[in-house]
């Protein structure tokens, strides 16, 4: 396990965002990035979660809503990572991972794209 502190990892999942092609990223909408240190009680090893309604789900009732959210969990990331790089790298399929489930994409076919 690699210690990260908190500003640094936000700037991890900040570059991470970033580094979405801009077709990609002009596409996401209504939707925010957090990151907190502990993934919820049930599922303590969780990396990221979805929190929303994806694209593929909203219809013309779909309005006035909170923002989506995707949430980055750090310390559960940090407990399967040794270096820094191994955290540049899954804060990025994480995020990835989550901004898929933005766009209504699955956890089968995210497995199948590589972003398990």
Do not use: K, W
């Not at 959210?69 to 559960?76: A, D, S």
């Amino acid at each position: 396990m690699i210690d990260v502190d908190e500003d640094r990892f936000v700037e991890l999942a900040e570059a991470a965002l970033a580094s979405l092609p801009p077709a990609l990223a002009q596409l996401l909408d209504n939707v925010v990035l957090f990151v907190e240190d502990e993934a919820p009680a049930e599922e303590p090893d969780l990396l990221g979660l979805y929190d929303g309604v994806a694209l593929t789900e909203r219809d013309t009732t779909y309005g006035g809503v909170l923002p989506d959210r995707i949430m980055i969990f750090r310390n559960p990331t940090l407990a399967i990572c040794e270096t820094e790089q191994d955290v540049v790298d899954e804060v990025r399929i994480t995020v990835v991972h989550e901004i898929a489930h933005h766009f209504g994409i699955d956890d089968d076919r995210l497995h199948e794209l590589g972003y398990a």
